[in-house]
């Protein structure tokens, strides 16, 4: 087997190396994106769920108060209601930013992704140049001895 052959066999080998690493990054692109969409959905069930609890809390509230003869513009009624609702507002604010958490490293993965995209594409071109041009020296030496030349790429001195 011939130096050009090798180095075609190489470089389709590369190329093969490429495609397959791309589509797992490419996949795992997509799967990042779904990610972000479910985190997104959770967060807002979440919310809603939070919500809906704390409305079931204050009309209980409001049925208790009522069968006990209590006024719902007592000071202990309004004090207990704006306590549910500050202990809602304080969950749904902590589910916002847990969401915000997700998101954030959601998309520092796909922008890391991105760059490995752009590594191996880089990498690959890079290697398929350094094969075209040890194949292109192969084939087209300089115009110095043929001892001279091979003394080159062997990494011995010149003299």
């Known amino acids: 087997m011939g130096v050009e052959t090798a180095l075609l066999i ?7 190396s490429y495609q397959a ?19 997104k959905l959770r967060a807002l069930q979440e919310e809603n769920m939070r919500i809906e609890q704390q409305n079931i809390t204050l009309s209980n509230n409001r049925v ?3 069968a006990s003869g209590i006024l719902d513009d007592s000071r202990s009624f309004i004090a207990i209601q704006n306590k549910v609702r500050d202990d ?6 902590n589910i ?4 915000t958490i997700a998101k954030s490293n959601l998309d520092y993965a796909t922008l890391q992704n991105k760059l490995d995209r752009q590594s191996l594409t ?7 140049g350094s094969y075209a041009y040890t194949a292109y020296a192969y084939n087209n030496p300089p115009t110095t001895s043929g001892e001279d030349w091979w003394q080159l790429v062997e ?5």
């Open 155 to 159: 990494g011995k001195e010149h003299h």
């Open 21 to 39: 690493q791309m589509q797992g990054l490419q996949n795992e692109a997509v799967r990042l994106q779904e990610q972000k969409k479910i985190a």
């Open 88 to 93: 809602a507002a304080k969950d749904i604010g």
């Open 96 to 99: 916002r930013l847990n969401a």
């Open 64 to 66: 208790v108060a009522g």
């Open 10 to 16: 190489s470089a389709v080998g590369t190329g093969l």
């Open 122 to 128: 880089f990498g690959t071109i890079s290697q398929l």
